[in-house]
């Protein structure tokens, strides 16, 4: 397995003058580092990319920067729809430009947006067709698209596993798989071991983070059977630590983090890690 961390454990918003980051990662013994794009973060993709390549990081994106309401793949509106797609497309590019290997997150809906209704019947099938010219798309780059569950307190459209496997069954192309984030899950699904099994090999990476989205370890995610389960189904994918670094001003405020869970970016990825990796050796000899 391969471990990784967000950019938000450090930094609120990623930049050129932000490389050294890059190299931090590295010396915590990382094998990946993501970072958040859009429409305000501003940098150069392929100082970025080379500096990563440099130092053996793989690197994933994921749309956590402004990010027009309109720009919505699941949107009732037509037009809506192909502003979504253009926009998503521009984020591929950048992916592209970074030697990304993936573009990860809610890219079927937009997060913060839940309609309060019934969903309309045409719903998933509009949406898989963005999602499905979407992955066509970013495979001519080399460029996973991979689709994340989250809350319903963050969206309407896909909050657990089996809903996201009914849309990737309808937009059918095989550039597209699952990210599974513990934190998202919580309030979603009781059987995780049966949820991951069911993605089987669509799962790319997994988020690890506590159920209070604090360092993995001493809370309500069932870790155990959850690293018992990866093993089962042959995972050999990402593992990355998402949160929110507490101790910049009001960044995790403004983020909707109103607790201290992680005032040392570094002390945070050494402790999850650890935990993670340990656990990982210790489950696999169970």
């Known amino acids: 397995m391969k471990y990784g961390a967000h950019c938000y454990l450090f930094v609120e918003r990623w930049s050129d003058s932000q490389l050294h980051l890059l190299d931090l990662a590295k010396e915590l013994g990382l094998d990946m580092f993501e970072l958040s794009v859009g429409d305000d973060i501003v940098f150069d993709p392929f100082r970025t ?13 994921g749309p956590g920067g402004a990010w027009p309401l309109e720009c919505d793949l699941s949107a009732d509106d037509k037009g809506d729809r192909a502003k979504g797609l253009a926009w998503h497309k521009r984020q591929v590019d950048v992916a592209a430009a970074l030697g990304a290997a ?3 997150g809610a890219l079927y809906g937009h997060p913060g947006v839940v309609k309060r209704r019934r969903p309309p019947s045409d719903e998933y099938d509009r949406t898989a ?3 499905h010219e979407l992955a066509a798309y970013a495979a001519k780059q ?5 689709l994340e569950p989250m809350s319903h307190f963050r969206t309407h459209m896909v909050n657990t596993t089996d809903q996201l496997l009914c849309l ?32 089987g090999s669509r799962l790319y990476a ?10 993995p370890g001493g809370g309500l995610i069932p870790w155990d059977p959850i690293f018992k389960t990866l093993h089962a189904i042959g995972f050999d994918g990402y593992i990355g630590l998402e949160g929110y670094n507490s101790g910049l001003g009001d960044f995790a405020f403004q983020r909707g983090m109103f607790h201290n869970v992680c005032p040392d970016g570094p002390a945070f990825v050494r402790q999850g890690i ?13």
Do not use: K, M, W
């Open 142 to 146: 080399n460029v996973a698209i991979v």
């Open 206 to 215: 997994l988020h690890a983070c506590e159920n209070d989205r604090g360092v």
């Open 129 to 131: 067709e963005g999602l």
């Open 168 to 199: 990737l069954d309808l937009a059918r192309h095989p550039n597209l798989s699952v990210l599974f984030d513990t934190y998202h899950v919580v309030t979603e699904i009781r059987d995780y071991p049966a949820a991951i099994q069911s993605v």
């Open 274 to 286: 650890g935990f993670l990796r340990d656990l990982e050796t210790r489950t696999r000899r169970s």
């Open 49 to 61: 990319g080379e500096r990563a390549a440099s130092l053996g990081l793989d690197l994933l994106i």
């Open 102 to 104: 993936a573009y990860a």
